[in-house]
């Protein structure tokens, strides 16, 4: 699957974004979904993913309750509404599909993901 993420761009703390990410492929809806950012100097962090058929949800630590995930299987998308942003939320985002199509008891981790899109930049400035 090949993936096209957009949205990003300047925001001030406090504010809100909203970043898409569209899938090709016929077989989109069998895949997990996941975003992850990566901060100049930092190691990528895991941001949140959805299950399969959309029914779950997984955050990281430091965005739960402010960032939330969702994805259109009928329109081979996935998004990720990003609200409360903090400047410690600069990153460069980037969605990534996964074969494992739901995560039981079990972390979320970038090596799940086979398949990434080339990234958005958020800027939050203070």
């Known amino acids: 699957v090949q993936l096209q993420a957009s949205g990003g761009g300047l925001v001030q703390a406090g504010g809100s974004l909203r970043l898409s990410c569209a899938a090709s492929g016929r077989t989109f809806s069998s895949y997990g979904m996941g975003w992850f950012r990566q901060s100049p100097g930092k190691e990528r962090e895991f941001v949140a993913a959805?299950?399969?058929?959309?029914?779950?949800?997984y955050y990281g630590d430091a965005v739960k309750g402010r960032f939330t995930i969702s994805r259109d299987n009928a329109k081979n998308t996935v998004a990720l509404q990003l609200n409360s942003l903090k400047p410690e939320d600069t990153a460069v985002y980037y969605c990534?599909?996964?074969?494992?199509?739901?995560?039981?008891?079990?972390?979320?981790?970038?090596?799940?993901?086979?398949?990434w899109g080339q990234g958005t930049q958020v800027t939050v400035s203070s």
């Open positions: 990534a599909a996964s074969t494992v199509g739901f995560w039981s008891g079990t972390p979320v981790v970038s090596s799940d993901f086979g398949s």
């Open positions: 959805i299950s399969w058929n959309g029914e779950t949800t």
